[in-house]
């Protein structure tokens, strides 16, 4: 049986200011819901939906996004954790700055939320937090492996909270994105030594980097996402997890699981063209 979408729920989604994010928001707000986008930068374009500045990144920053939710609509029935960022470079090469900057923003950003809105959900005795994982926690790609570790860790991170705040009605979920064509692929930060050609990582590294850009700009349609998020909003009991993104990409995730990894691991290898020993200089 189909459930009905259910409108009118004050929704709070993060990054939402361009890609993903902004069509979640616009969809969302399509549809008759109260919709608060965030950007740590907002501008004076029209987006068809109210959003706020916010930096995930700052404790301070979120508690006041979320007091001032709060304020104008007296509650918030769905947090979207969309947020994020990646950065690309050998797990040798990558600084501590970089990665840091990486767990502060994908992990600690989705944390730092899921923290603020959780009380208020509490109060109500209802709510849905979706946390928008990855594929690339399922598959973690080569040289993108601190952004696969964020990844990992909000999916670990969401399966203990669904299981806290289940008594008082709050769902958790979990979205896991393949490519979409959005500007993660311009906006990806590469580590400073993978601009190095006297990286031992470079050849490979440029080489990888390449398919995962044709990848992205060949995947999916952001509404697609959208149009998701909207479902599952609509559901009393949606499930734990979500795939979305390209047919082929899913039947990849379904893959890894029946396969043993040592067969699949080299398949993977080698469709990011991952050579088996280093590049001649």
């Known amino acids: 049986m189909r459930s009905k979408t259910i409108t009118g729920k004050v929704v709070l989604v993060t990054g939402a200011s361009s890609g993903l994010g902004k069509a979640i928001a616009g969809h969302l707000a399509s ?10 930068k907002p501008s004076a374009t029209a987006h068809g939906f109210a959003i706020l500045q916010a930096d995930v990144r700052s404790d301070e920053s979120v508690r006041r996004l979320v007091d001032q939710v ?3 609509e007296g509650r918030v029935d769905a947090l979207v954790n969309n947020a994020g960022m ?13 990665i840091q ?26 709510g849905t937090i979706i946390n928008v994982s990855s594929m690339a926690s399922i598959v973690s790609l080569p040289f993108q492996s601190y952004y696969s570790a964020t990844k990992c860790a909000i999916d670990g991170f969401s399966s203990a909270l669904r299981s806290e705040v289940k008594p008082w009605g709050i769902n958790v979920v979990v979205i896991h994105p393949g490519d979409f064509q959005t500007g993660f692929t311009d906006s990806r930060v590469l580590t ?16 990888t980097l ?31 997890s979500y795939l979305v993104g390209k047919t ?12 043993p990894s040592k067969i699949f691991t080299p ?13 001649a200089r």
């Open 248 to 259: 082929g990409q899913k039947l990849s995730m379904f893959i890894k699981k029946i396969l």
């Open 70 to 72: 709060i304020a104008l």
């Open 101 to 126: 900057l990486q767990v502060d923003t994908n992990l600690l950003g989705t944390i730092r939320l899921c923290k603020a809105v959780l009380p208020h959900m509490r109060r109500q005795g209802s």
């Open 31 to 40: 549809l008759g819901h109260k919709v608060y986008g965030t950007s740590r």
């Open 210 to 240: 390449a398919v995962y850009e044709s990848d992205e700009r060949d995947g999916a349609r952001p509404e697609t996402m959208a149009r998701l998020i909207a479902r599952v909003l609509s559901k009393r009991s949606p499930r734990h």
């Open 86 to 98: 990646g950065i690309a470079g050998s797990a040798e090469d990558c600084s501590m700055g970089d």
């Open 267 to 279: 398949l993977m290898e080698s469709s990011y063209k991952i050579s088996s020993r280093p590049k």
């Open 192 to 207: 400073a030594a993978a601009k190095l050609q006297d990286s031992v990582y470079f050849d490979q590294f440029h080489e």
